[in-house]
T-cell receptor, first 114, second 111 residues
Framework: ETGVTQTPRHLVMGMTNKKSLKCEQH?????MYWYKQSAKKPLELMFV???????ENNSVPSRFSPECPNSSHLFLHLHTLQPEDSALYLC?????????????FGPGTRLTVL | AQSVSQHNHHVILSEAASLELGCNYS??????LFWYVQYPGQHLQLLLK??????LVKGIKGFEAEFIKSKFSFNLRKPSVQWSDTAEYFC?????????FGAGTTVTVRA
């Protein structure tokens, strides 16, 4: 049991669709993260939320819009995506935003943009 | 820019062979180092981590890693691999709240 759940696990969408990815952590953590994992490339940090406040936007295009309503939930709203956005999107959480905290990862959402 | 590089893209070895995966980072100053593993069909999970103290760190499942500051390296080792060690291994480093990952090394252990 990872403690971090993500839904859906797989998503296929057209370029004009609007969809949302959901992440929930059951660990009592205060920091949550979105990463993008593309084949043969390092994980790319997209967004960081610490105590519900966004502390990092790693130059992510505006077609990705995060939302963190509370410390347990994190959403990634998707709109007018491009085929190159197809990837595995991982959510993670940690006790807080300190660098020595282990991050716990969810299973990811495999996104395909047609 | 901060970066993490992993030397091997894909490693294939037989059971009972020894494993060493290379990792170098480009951070200056204090750095926290991690190795994560992703087994087939499973989520990323922490193998071991180094913050300070003894540069030889022991993790789960018989893995260990050595921090060599002068070489900016944090190589992962296991003396004798098992088939169940087949997975993708990621080195990561951080000196603030941002964790930078290497591209990963796929390890295939043949029975």
């Amino acid at each position: 049991e990872t403690g971090v759940t993500q839904t859906p696990r797989h998503l296929v969408m057209g370029m004009t669709n609007k969809k949302s990815l959901k992440c929930e952590q059951h660990l009592g953590h205060n920091a949550m993260y979105w990463y993008k994992q593309s084949a043969k490339k390092p994980l790319e940090l997209m967004f960081v939320y610490n105590f519900k406040e966004q502390t990092e936007n790693n130059s992510v295009p505006s077609r990705f819009s995060p939302e963190c309503p509370n410390s347990s939930h994190l959403f990634l709203h998707l709109h007018t995506l491009q085929p190159e956005d197809s990837a595995l999107y991982l959510c993670a959480s940690s006790q807080d935003g300190l660098s020595n905290n282990e991050q716990f990862f969810g299973p990811g959402t495999r996104l395909t943009v047609l | 820019a901060q970066s993490v590089s992993q030397h091997n893209h894909h490693v294939i070895l037989s059971e009972a062979a020894s494993l060493e995966l290379g990792c170098n980072y480009s951070y200056g100053g204090t750095v926290n180092l991690f190795w994560y593993v992703q087994y087939p069909g499973q989520h990323l999970q922490l193998l071991l981590k180094y913050f300070s103290g003894d540069p030889l760190v022991k993790g789960i499942k018989g893995f260990e890693a050595e921090f060599i500051k002068s070489k900016f390296s944090f190589n992962l080792r296991k003396p004798s691999v098992q088939w169940s060690d087949t997975a993708e291994y990621f080195c990561a480093a951080s000196n603030d709240y941002k964790l930078s990952f290497g591209a990963g090394t796929t390890v295939t252990v043949r029975a």
